[in-house]
């Protein structure tokens, strides 16, 4: 039959087929592509803020009581954050994304850093042996011992979609980019417990009271 059939009919046959081709393997790419969630991909230094407060970290070290570093805190813009002492925990937990600087205001080694994350995780019955948190003091280890002045930017960025990963940003001069941190949901919940969970000592409460803007 396709012998009797003219040039053109033969030329409309040939472009249908190769349009139906088309559009099936438009299909398949479309359906095996992987898409990135728009909130990860998202730089940290695009996103916006609100200044939330900030508060010194005092410590008592035998009969004196000295300056630690200075936690300041950033929301993310016109976002509502409970001030209280009950509920700014789980307040900032759920924000889209915050930020943290620590301005240390003394030298700290990195074993007395861990050690002080991991007495706010105990207080708070935080497992600091699940894989998201090692790897956040792992980070803290391997890039060295903290000095007077410097200043530590911690950047915390949820998912846009619920089976995403939240994730944590930690950056400082001695590193040549911020070394990113994934979780499950919770993530960011576990880690601000050392501010804003379960106080492990008077210092740390101190702090949550300054941020709060609470007397």
Known sequence: MIKFMSPFLLKLMLI?????????????????????????????????????????????????TVDVYELSVFVPKSYAIERTMEKSWDSLANTPYFKLNLKFLRDVNTDRAKQSFHESFVKNNIDDSLPHLQKFLKAI????????????????????????????????????????????????KDFLAVWFGKSADRGVDYVKKGILGIK
């Open 16 to 64: 249908l087929v190769l349009s139906q081709v088309s559009a099936v393997k438009q299909a398949h790419s479309q359906a095996t592509a992987v898409v990135r969630d728009p909130t990860q991909i998202k730089a940290p230094s695009e996103l916006s803020y609100d200044f939330l407060g900030s508060a010194i970290r005092k410590k008592k070290l035998f009969l004196i």
């Open 141 to 188: 280890d391997d890039s060295g011992d903290f000095t007077k002045n410097e200043v530590i930017e911690i950047i915390g960025v949820k998912p846009s979609k619920p089976s995403g990963y939240e994730t944590i940003s930690f950056g400082r001069k001695s590193l040549q980019e911020p070394v990113i941190i994934e979780g499950p949901t919770g993530f960011h």
